[in-house]
């Protein structure tokens, strides 16, 4: 019943459409040799498939295709393979995306999602129910584009994803109500105090007024205005808000510490999604973030196609989220859930500076946030940024954090501010692209976070990539 109409491959096709160089064809071929051949188990994924086993293990398709013969998860160093997913991937490479939405690939999806293939012995210990997709959900889905949201920090264009995306405005809300703070200054507490504070209060925001804006009136340009951040800068002080503390009322006009009176809670998100970021020799620069929802989605994989079924309209609030408050993201048909991704670019003088985004969550947001203020404020390196120690925020009542981060700043965050900190093994997993001074670019990935990223440049003059690393640096060429 949570699955909901693939958008992944018709983003492709749109992308590819808009502003690509190659056919969607030749793009696949990579995905399908990787496919077809396999690559190298490693802790990350083997632990992700352990950690969903009695789900996985729970449907012939995806048992058959993640597991062992055994029914145990893949051994790390072992070489996992997918002939089906090749095979899919084949078929859109000839057919286009028509073979998922009007084709093959779509009548096998929909049956699936209608007639669930549960094993016999499944341990779930309840019924899965059939799903509601038709063929004419598939046929009839497009992939809007949508105008990115847009503020300025300290002189540079901050570009996210818009509704029903939450991130780019909450990310661009808490930058807003920074501004208004000398971020740099030498106390790093009081400054991680203010940016955990303006987590909270632009995730009260996003919880009340964000969601599908085709569906709902977003009030985008109160959420992204300087006078509205005004307003709810003023509310941080010497101490750490309540929570949860109540949205505000992002429309005109403004006053000094006003809010609105019922508070609200943090929805569901993501957290099976991936992030990638992308510049050519040119400029062109892309930051791509993707999901299915929970970690194996659905766990159901589409029988001889080799891909799973994602669980996104858990996405959604099943019934508001505090009660008498109108909710944004409440399920309606053809409507699509609010998510925390967060792909951002930053212009300077109107070119680029560095895109960045990450998996996590709704954590993705305050991850992104965390990043930029390293980056922008507290003068780290790209690399640096990433790697630093990193603290989450979502209008709750105490602070998520990673342990590194609650043993350099936790007491002090606590004596000073009243901060309360949760531990959490990792938050995020970046990935980052910067255009340095010189015009050289620098790209930066995770050092440890669920095994370590990889980041590389091709150099144009070699013509060849540098070794996979948490970083690489190379020239960007002139454009033409």
Same mark, same amino acid.
């Given at each position: ?17 808009? #502003? ?8 696949? &071929? ?18 992700? $498939? ?66 669930? +293939?549960?094993?016999?012995?499944? &341990?779930?210990?309840?019924?899965? +129910? ?31 994803? !818009? ?32 940016? =955990?504070?303006?987590? /909270? ?9 964000? !969601? ?6 977003? +009030? ?13 800068? @003023? ?11 109540? +949205?505000?009322?992002?429309?005109? %006009? #403004?006053?000094? @510490? ?35 929802? &929970? ?16 669980? *996104? ?21 053809? /409507? ?71 043993? &350099?700043?936790?007491?002090? =965050? ?25 015009? *050289? ?16 440049? $091709? @150099?144009?003059?070699?013509?060849? %990539? ?15």
């Amino acid at each position: 019943m949570a699955v909901g109409v693939p958008g992944t491959l018709a983003t492709w096709a749109k992308a590819v459409s808009e #502003f690509g160089t190659m056919p969607l064809g030749r793009l696949l &071929q990579p995905a399908i040799a990787v496919a077809e051949h396999g690559f190298t188990v490693d802790g990350t994924f083997a632990g992700q $498939v352990a950690s969903n086993l009695p789900r996985l293990n729970a449907f012939t398709s995806s048992r058959s295709l993640f597991l062992t013969g055994d029914g145990q998860p893949p051994a790390v160093g072992s070489t996992f393979r997918n002939p089906d997913l090749a095979r899919t991937y084949r078929l859109i490479a000839h057919d286009g995306p028509a073979a998922l939405y009007d084709g093959p690939i779509g009548t096998a999806l929909v049956d699936t999602v209608r007639g669930p +293939p549960v094993a016999p012995d499944s &341990q779930l210990g309840f019924t899965v +129910p059939p799903g509601v997709m038709t063929t004419g959900d598939l046929a009839g889905y497009t992939a809007p584009l949508r105008a990115p949201t847009h503020v300025t920090y300290r002189g540079y264009d901050v570009y996210g994803m !818009g509704p029903p995306s939450s991130g780019g405005s909450t990310v661009a809300e808490a930058l807003n109500i920074l501004e208004g703070f000398d971020m740099s200054t030498s106390d790093r507490a009081l400054a991680l105090h203010r940016y =955990l504070a303006a987590s /909270k209060l632009a995730f009260a925001d996003r919880n009340r007024w964000v !969601g599908d804006s085709d569906f709902v009136s977003v +009030p985008l340009d109160g959420l992204l205005s300087k006078d509205f951040a005004a307003e709810r800068r @003023c509310l941080i002080g010497g101490t750490a808000l309540p929570a949860p503390v109540a +949205p505000g009322n992002p429309f005109p %006009p #403004f006053s000094p @510490c006003t809010t609105a009176s019922a508070p609200a809670t943090a929805g569901p998100a993501e957290t099976s999604t991936n992030h990638l970021t992308v510049i050519d020799r040119y400029g062109n620069i892309v930051s791509y973030t993707s999901t299915i929802e &929970q970690i194996a989605g659905s766990a159901i994989t589409v029988p001889g196609y080799g891909f799973l079924l994602n669980n *996104e309209l858990t996405d959604f609030n099943p019934v508001p989220a505090s009660p008498g408050v109108p909710d944004p993201n409440l399920p309606a048909g053809g /409507k699509r859930p609010r998510s925390s991704m967060a792909p951002t670019i930053l212009l300077r003088d109107g070119r680029p500076l560095l895109g960045v985004g990450t998996p996590g969550s709704s954590m993705i947001i305050t991850t992104v946030l965390q990043i930029l203020l390293d980056r922008l404020d507290f003068g780290m390196s790209l690399p640096d940024a990433i790697a630093a120690a990193r603290a989450s925020q979502r209008n709750t009542p105490t602070d998520v954090a990673e342990p590194s981060f609650i043993s &350099q700043y936790g007491a002090e =965050l606590h004596s000073r501010f009243g901060q309360l900190f949760t531990s959490t093994p990792e938050i995020g997993a970046a990935t980052g692209i910067e255009v340095l001074p010189n015009g *050289e670019l620098q790209a930066a990935a995770e050092p440890t976070r669920r095994g370590g990223g990889a980041a590389a440049v $091709v @150099c144009p003059a070699a013509d060849h %990539p540098l070794p996979s690393s948490p970083q690489a640096v190379c020239a960007l060429v002139p454009a033409r």
